[in-house]
């Protein structure tokens, strides 16, 4: 039990592209999804946080127009990184967890490299 | 401050061996959690163990167990009878619960590996 899944796994695309990566819990309702990003050799950095049906709330520095979340199921979220740039290749991991204080349960990540 | 500091950017054990990994954190909750997650190369983070502020005991899971020092601050994980595949990188974070909601704040990670 507590699948999340990402879609895609790597993604590779020309600068000035937009990129949409899915984060789905497969197997339980998630009220709250997490997004992080993560450069080379570093620590996992929280982007934002998204309920079901609500705005994201954007972490300070994480800019709201470039990182589009959208979080209009309880099984679904969606960040789309809008006009990517080189800067923005990462390592973006969602996690999902049935709210409160409950255990976040980690996808499996989505490797953007941005050309 | 950093809330979660881990100092050990990388760490070597012999198979079978023991190792600590060591975690420190600052928090002024009086209720908060804290996780240990390892990651692989392949990106998955893979939750291990968790322990809770107001838990008496040290959490333990199989060969995973949470050396937790409230009043020094500490939660260090030890890991018993190394095997190859626990090579990967380590993370300590933490959750507060007064005013975090459910944010978990990572450390830096501890890079562990293990030799024949």
């Known amino acids: 039990g507590a699948v999340v899944s990402q879609h895609p796994s790597w993604v590779i695309c020309k600068s000035g592209t937009s990129v949409k990566i899915e984060c789905r819990s497969l197997?339980?309702?998630?009220?709250?999804m997490f997004w992080y990003r993560q450069f080379p050799k570093q620590s996992l950095m929280l982007m934002a946080t998204?309920?079901?049906?609500?705005?994201?709330?954007?972490e300070q520095g994480v800019e709201k127009d470039k990182f589009l979340i959208n979080h209009a199921s309880l099984t679904l979220s969606t960040l789309t990184v809008t006009s990517a740039h080189p800067e923005d290749s990462s390592f973006y991991i969602c996690?999902?967890?049935?709210?409160?204080?409950?255990?976040?349960?980690f996808g499996p990540g989505t490797r953007l490299l941005v050309l | 401050a950093q809330k979660i500091t881990q100092t050990q950017p990388g760490m070597f054990v012999q198979e079978k061996e023991a190792v600590t990994l060591d975690c420190t954190y600052d928090t002024s909750d009086q209720s908060y959690g804290l996780f240990w997650y390892k990651q692989p190369s392949s990106g998955e983070m893979i939750f291990l163990i968790y322990q809770g502020s107001y838990d008496e005991q040290n959490a333990t899971e199989g060969r995973y167990s949470l050396n937790f020092q409230k009043a020094r601050k500490s939660a260090n994980l030890v890991i018993s009878a190394s095997q190859l595949g626990d090579s990967a990188m380590y993370f300590c974070a933490m959750r507060e619960l007064t005013g975090g909601g459910n944010k978990l704040t990572f450390g830096t990670g501890t890079q562990l590996k293990v030799e024949l």
């Open positions: 197997d339980f309702q998630a009220t709250t």
């Open positions: 996690s999902a967890s049935t709210g409160g204080f409950e255990t976040q349960y």
């Open positions: 998204s309920n079901e049906g609500s705005k994201a709330t954007y």
